[in-house]
Nanobody
C-alpha cells in the first residue's frame, strides 16, 4: 500500500508565498513522476506542475515564473514553492505519484489534498 501525504497549505495574502510538501511511502516499485494538481471552487482538477524522476519539469502556463517544483528522490518527496500568489491560485492542492509497477503498468496515487487560500 502506498501513502501520499501533503502539508504546507494555508491562508496567505496576495503577493505572498507558501511551500507545499508531499511525502510518499509504502510499497512503491518505481516512481515515474511526482506532481501537483489543484482544484478550485467549481473547477476541474488541473495540473500545476510535475517533475520526472530524471528531473525534467513541466508547469501550467498560469504558474510559470511564480511556482517552482523540486524533488528529493531518495526521500520520495516533492515540493512546490509558490511565490507571488494570486487570489486565483486559491484551490485544494493535491499531490500525485505516478508509479510504474513491477508489471510495467502505470498506477496513480493521490494525497488527500491541502487547502491554499489567497486573499486579495
Amino acid at each position: 500500500q502506498v501513502q501520499v501525504v501533503e502539508s504546507g497549505g494555508g491562508l496567505v495574502q496576495a503577493g505572498g508565498s507558501l511551500r507545499l510538501s508531499c511525502a510518499a511511502s509504502g510499497s512503491i516499485f518505481s516512481i515515474k513522476a511526482m506532481g501537483w494538481y489543484r482544484q478550485g471552487p467549481g473547477k476541474q482538477r488541473e495540473l500545476v506542475a510535475d517533475i520526472a524522476s530524471g528531473g525534467s519539469s513541466n508547469y501550467a502556463d498560469s504558474v510559470k515564473g511564480r511556482f517552482t517544483i523540486s524533488r528529493n528522490n531518495a526521500k520520495n518527496t516533492v515540493y512546490l514553492q509558490m511565490n507571488s500568489l494570486k487570489p486565483e491560485d486559491t484551490a485544494v492542492y493535491y499531490c500525485n505519484l505516478d508509479e510504474t509497477t513491477g508489471w510495467g503498468m502505470p498506477r496513480d496515487h493521490w494525497g488527500q489534498g491541502t487547502q491554499v487560500t489567497v486573499s486579495s
